[in-house]
């Protein structure tokens, strides 16, 4: 018998999903509602819509269910629901028998919320969760598990590698627990609130750089900030350039100790090594962070040509910029 199946989402992640239940002879899907992208979610809202024509499906955009006795009437015996933008209230979740599913990027209960990769980055966790639940009425990233795998974080992962790891676990786990369900083998499991923890979202600012921390942070700050978010940066005044203020993004770098060992300078004093073929940065625990993927405002850059001065520093002077608002020129 034909399982029904309800579609709603967005993102590269939700189209594949979506591209995998209609390849799926078991598996009808009579309604697509895709919702609004964000800059780090891919708009594939127009692909979504030219399947759904292509297929005679309904199609509709929306952030909202605000009419769930629409979706009632298609008399679904389950729904997904991929990035979605809102939590979902009783009387959706109620329009499907065997409920709404959700993939999120965290090792539920913990990391539940938002930027959740990029926070397990931070914290220096050895793996993140990939975990397909039953959506929870009114409650972000609650219900029982379906399927959970575990996700190896290493010393170098990047958030843009743990991005394309969790889409292709999400299209592979989700389709898996659809089958399950068709096939009455799904057993989901409680989560344990006990255990629970909740990320809260990350902005562009979040990205800033204090050279006051250790090497080993910044360096995670780095990998957990990069494509396709905005970046990890840093404002400076230009010492080769007349003490214009710019913003450098970095997109990759390293930690190394400095060759001599013994050496003085300051969080944030910019260093040429190996003959000036190299470019770091002194970071607050007397490490280096050295430069090998870079923007200076928005252009991309060599680290090595970047800087002309070993007198440059990282990070704004506001007492001579505050002298400089003041017409102070003493």
Known sequence: MTYTVGFLGRGRLGLRVLEGLLADPNVRVPVVICCGASPEVEDVSERMRSLAAERGIDFFATNRIDAPERLAAYRLDL??????????????????????????????????????????????????????????????DSGPVVIQELVPLGPRSTIGEVTAEMEERGVRLVLASVEAFRTGTA??????????????????????????????????????????????????????????????????????????????????????????????????????????????????????????????RMGLDLSLLAARAA???G
Request: charged letters at 20%; glycine letters at 10%.
């Open 327 to 329: 017409g102070w020129s």
């Open 187 to 312: 057993a989901p499991v409680p989560q344990d609130e006990g255990q629970a923890s909740y990320c809260y979202p990350r902005l562009p600012r979040d990205g800033e750089i204090d050279w006051q921390a250790d090497a080993a942070a910044i360096d995670r700050l780095v990998r957990a900030s990069g494509r396709p978010y905005p970046g990890a940066y840093s404002w400076f005044m230009d010492q080769g350039g007349g003490g214009a203020v710019r913003k450098l993004t970095i997109w990759s770098a390293h930690v190394e100790s400095h060759p001599l060992g013994d050496f003085h300078a300051v969080p944030g004093h910019v260093l040429r090594l190996d003959r000036r073929a190299r470019t770091a940065i002194v970071c607050g625990d007397g490490k280096l962070l050295v430069l090998d993927e870079i923007e200076v405002d928005g252009a991309a850059t060599d680290p090595a040509t970047a800087f002309r001065t070993v007198r440059q």
């Open 79 to 140: 729904a997904v629901a991929m990035l979605w933008l809102h939590t979902l209230e009783a009387p959706v979740i109620a329009t499907a028998r065997d409920g709404f599913l959700n993939f999120h990027g965290g090792h539920l209960p913990k990391y539940r919320g938002n930027a959740c990769a990029n926070w397990a980055i931070l914290n220096g966790e050895p793996h993140i969760g990939a975990t397909v639940h039953v959506m929870a009425p009114g409650s972000l």
